[in-house]
């Protein structure tokens, strides 16, 4: 029997906080106008002092797992693809299987920069498809706003806080996630890192002193490379699932700059509305910017059932990779099944030889 991995919820979590454009104005030498006209972003979402990558994860897997209609001790997996966990160790996944009760779950995270969701989904799937697990939570989630350099310009404007999961279970129908393209080249691994807190230069204070503690970014290469992988991406992805590109109904792009979107429409040959967009209210959430648009664009019909879109994200590392699926979407309310007559004899047999065996044994005492 082939298995598939279907997407049977989807939950979502952001920050109260919103930081607008004109607040980051009032903090560094930026303005509105730049931020909208170079990236598209209005607004981004900030964590309270209370709240953390976990906290945020947790309560979007709390709410896809409520849309599946999934029981925490029912699932098999918990995988968070972050690059802010609570701690270097233990991972965050642990916290998350703790907060929602997963009795029964494995838990890791997953790092892979801003594609680390694009990552999570693809091992999660193909685990199910192998039939090696039934049912895995995949979430991206972030704090980025305790990594920025709220004094640097260059990255402060872009980055915000949340969170998104999807709850994956396999099925005998055809449908879910089809297939990936993971890629990446470390090459570029300086255009992009946070320097410290790792073990290569652990914290010290002169490490603190040169705020390494914090992200940094060669912009401008990042988008060099953004608009090249998110085609090439793309285009290998839906040739892998055996498609062409008109076959696709949607695309949902990692949420990083709106002219790096704007770039892969054209090269792409595709329409900017076929693109989800919602960067311009949360900026670039990294792991969490995928399964937060395709949570609102779900949430407003705007993805049906039926429907072939792709996934695509890069950043850090350098890493890229798009997703194929093919949107089914939660299933009906599921009764537990009746039991065939023949399976109700088998087991009442089953159980009279069990009673015989022991009554036998009782009786040789
Ligand atoms: O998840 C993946 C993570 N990262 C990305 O996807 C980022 C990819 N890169 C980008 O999105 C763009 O490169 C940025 C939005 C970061 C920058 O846009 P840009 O058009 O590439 O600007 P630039 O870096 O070439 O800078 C142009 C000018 C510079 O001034 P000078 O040197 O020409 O005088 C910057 O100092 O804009 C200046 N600048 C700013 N000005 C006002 C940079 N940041 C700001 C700012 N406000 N926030």
Same mark, same amino acid.
């Given at each position: 029997m082939t298995r598939y991995a279907h997407i049977t919820g989807w939950g979502h979590a952001v920050p109260d906080q919103v930081l607008t454009n004109d607040d980051l104005a009032r903090r560094v030498d930026t303005s509105d106008e730049w931020i909208r006209s170079r990236t598209g972003i209005r607004e981004r979402r900030i964590a309270a002092p209370g709240e953390y990558t976990s906290t945020l994860a947790t309560r979007a897997a709390a709410e896809a797992l409520r849309m599946a209609g999934v029981?925490?001790?029912? /699932?098999d997996l918990i995988i968070v693809a972050t690059n !802010? $966990? #609570?701690?270097?160790?233990?991972? !965050?996944a642990a916290l998350v299987q703790d907060a929602l009760g997963a009795s029964k779950a494995g838990a890791f995270d997953l790092q892979a920069a801003c594609t680390g969701f694009v990552y999570a989904l693809t091992i999660a799937a193909d685990m199910i498809k192998a039939g090696g697990i039934h049912t895995a939570l995949v979430i991206g989630a972030e704090t980025l706003s305790r990594i920025v #350099?709220? %004094? #640097?310009r260059n990255t402060c404007v872009l980055f915000g806080d949340g969170a998104g999961a999807f709850v994956l279970e396999a099925a005998e129908e055809p449908g879910g996630v089809i297939t990936s393209v993971l890629r990446a080249d470390g090459?570029?691994? %300086?255009?992009?890192?946070? @320097? *410290?807190?790792? *073990?290569?230069? $652990? /914290?010290?204070p002169k490490a603190l002193e040169e705020r390494l503690q914090y992200l940094r970014m060669n912009g401008r290469e990042v988008f060099r490379f953004a608009t090249r992988v998110m085609n090439s991406a793309t285009r290998e992805v839906v040739a892998k699932a055996g +498609?062409? +590109? %008109?076959?696709?109904?949607?695309i949902a792009p990692h949420q990083a700059n709106r002219r790096i979107i704007e770039a892969a429409a054209k090269a792409l040959k595709? @329409?900017? #509305?076929?693109f989800l967009l919602n960067l311009d209210r949360y900026g670039n959430t990294s792991t969490a910017s995928i399964p937060l648009v395709i949570y609102e664009a779900a949430q407003e019909g705007r993805i049906q059932p039926g429907q072939y879109g792709v996934l695509v994200a890069f950043g850090a590392g350098l890493i890229w990779g798009a997703t194929l699926v093919q949107w089914t979407g939660p299933r009906p309310a599921r009764k537990p099944p009746r039991m065939a007559w023949h399976r109700r004899v088998a087991q009442v047999g089953s159980w009279m030889r069990r009673v015989r065996r022991q009554v036998e044994g009782l009786l040789a005492r």
């Open positions: 029981h925490p001790r029912d /699932v !802010t $966990p #609570d701690y270097i160790f233990p991972a !965050t #350099d709220w %004094e #640097d090459s570029g691994a %300086e255009l992009l890192m946070l @320097p *410290t807190c790792g *073990t290569r230069h $652990p /914290v010290s +498609l062409s +590109l %008109e076959d696709i109904h949607w595709r @329409p900017l #509305d076929d």
